[in-house]
C-alpha cells in the first residue's frame, strides 16, 4: 500500500470539503460547505498563499488532509505555523497517516523559516491528545473564543 501526501490542487476540494465535513462531525461542530470551493481556492493561490492543504491519498482516495496557515505571534514577534486541521478517516488511523501528515506540517515551518507550529484540539479528544504527545507536542491549558462579527 503507498500512501502519497502530496500539496491538494483545486481538483482535490471536493474531496476535502467531504473530510472537512466528516471532522465537523467527529467534533461535535457545525459546518457549511456552501462557497467553500470558491473561498478554499482563493486562499490557496497567489504570490503566498494564505492556506496550505496538504492531503494523503491511497489508491487515487484521499483519506486524510492537512491544512496549515502562516500566523503572526505579537508575543514572539515572530511568524508561526497554524495547524488549522489535521483529520485522518476513522478506518486509516493506526497506519502513521497521521504522523506523516504531520512531518509534512514540520518541513513546511522549516520551508517557512518557522521555528513553531500552534493547534488546539477539543479536550475530550483523548485520542488526537495522546496522539500529539506521542509526537512530542506539548499543551498549554488555554480556552478558544470566537466571536461573530455581523
Known amino acids: 500500500m503507498e500512501i502519497e501526501i502530496r500539496l491538494a490542487k483545486p481538483e482535490d476540494l471536493a474531496s476535502i470539503i467531504a473530510l472537512m465535513e466528516e471532522h465537523a462531525r467527529y467534533e461535535h461542530a457545525k459546518f457549511s460547505a456552501e462557497g467553500l470551493v470558491l473561498k478554499l481556492e482563493r486562499a490557496m493561490n497567489g504570490k503566498r498563499p494564505r492556506l496550505s492543504i496538504y492531503v494523503a491519498e491511497i489508491q487515487q482516495q484521499i483519506v486524510a488532509y ?59 479528544n483523548e485520542d488526537a491528545i495522546r496522539f500529539y504527545q506521542r509526537l512530542g507536542a506539548r499543551n498549554s491549558a488555554k480556552r478558544r473564543f470566537s466571536y461573530r462579527v455581523a
Open 66 to 124: 492537512c491544512a496549515v496557515t502562516l500566523e503572526f505571534s505579537t508575543w514572539q514577534a515572530s511568524e508561526y505555523l497554524h495547524l488549522d486541521c489535521l483529520y485522518t478517516v476513522s478506518e486509516w488511523r493506526g497506519y502513521r497517516i497521521g504522523a506523516n501528515m504531520f512531518a509534512r506540517a514540520v518541513s513546511f515551518a522549516r520551508e517557512m523559516n518557522v521555528s513553531e507550529i500552534q493547534w488546539q484540539t477539543p479536550d475530550w
